[in-house]
């Protein structure tokens, strides 16, 4: 018998920071959309898709380097190595290529195509912004396969590397948690992890690393005094070292807890449940609604 698909809560650092921003936000983002592939006609649900696929220009620019890194390392495993050059040009040729779908295209499959938020507002994007743009991945490039703070990344051997940009779950606390560390590689008894940021240092990228460290305790049955965790912001061209200590991971724990117990109180199936709108706020601050992906359709977006 077929699995029913269902809207089931889950949490992942990002969607706690969505949650904690604005309500409406996650509302739209996590169940205002659900079951738009069999809307018919096509509706609400529909648009409230085109709205969560909608990605910033520096958010795109930086999957584009995600995704070229990725293409590094697959490189490496056949045994091929990409310079800075190569590894530059890959990242350009993603941003056209995505750039010109955004353009024209995305309609074909608006929940995968890119579908830049500046195109779909009609917010000019200047010389001046697209030349940061490639800039920021000229600079990443160069860092990543020509610094030396980078040197243990590219010299770790295809077989000790334990995961590269791929996304898992775990349970805790009987939900479902996303996690995604960028790069994962053994060495002995550690376990580095690391993460490719290429906008600026936050703080909240060490809450975020130390929700990889749980992941990979669970994952590889590693002490948490093994995990060696690196943020390593590729534009600025600096790593820095995230403190894990087991004080920390507990607190990431407690953090964690009760950000789910939140999530769970006002979680709901739509499929079955009645909407309860009072739950989801539109409390987006004036900063958080002008970038917002949902400014078109929300009432205080509008405003
Ligand atoms: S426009 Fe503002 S209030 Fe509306 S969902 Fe977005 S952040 Fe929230």
Not at 212 to 238: M, T
Not at 258 to 270: K, N, Q
Request: glycine residues 6%.
């Amino acid at each position: 018998m077929a699995t029913k698909f269902q809207c089931e809560l889950s949490w992942s650092a990002s969607r706690a920071k969505e949650f904690d921003r604005c309500k409406r936000e996650y509302w739209y983002n996590r169940y205002a959309s659900w079951g738009w592939w069999t809307e018919k006609p096509r509706g609400k649900k529909y648009e409230y898709m085109i709205h969560k696929n909608l990605t910033g220009l520096a958010a795109f620019t930086g999957t584009c380097m995600h995704d070229a890194i990725e293409h590094w390392f697959q490189l490496k495993a056949e045994g091929t190595v990409m310079s800075g050059k190569e590894l530059y040009e890959d990242a350009v040729e993603r941003f056209r290529d995505g750039w010109r779908v955004s353009s024209d295209g995305w309609q074909a499959q608006p929940n995968k195509m890119v579908h830049l938020y500046d195109h779909h507002y009609e917010i000019p994007i200047s010389k001046d912004r697209a030349e940061k743009m490639r800039e920021l991945l000229e600079r990443s490039a160069h860092y990543f396969c020509e610094h030396d703070d980078l040197i243990p990344v590219r010299a770790a051997t295809p077989e000790s590397w334990l995961s590269v940009e791929s996304m898992d779950t775990y349970q805790y606390i009987g939900t479902k948690v996303y996690a995604v560390p960028d790069f994962a590689y053994s060495d002995g008894d550690k376990v580095h992890v690391w993460d490719w940021k290429t906008g600026t240092p936050r703080q909240e990228d060490h809450f975020q690393l130390r929700t990889y460290a749980l992941y990979a305790c669970e994952k590889w049955s590693v002490d948490p005094e093994d995990i060696i965790l690196h943020a390593s912001y590729l534009a600025k061209g600096e790593t820095t070292l995230i403190s894990s200590s087991i004080e920390e991971l507990s607190q990431t724990q407690d953090v964690m807890s009760s950000g789910i117990r939140e999530m769970m109180d006002v979680h709901y199936d739509p499929d079955v449940d009645d909407l309860m709108m009072e739950n989801w706020p539109p409390n987006g601050d004036e900063q958080a609604c002008h970038w917002c992906n949902f400014r078109g359709v929300c009432e205080k977006g509008k405003e």
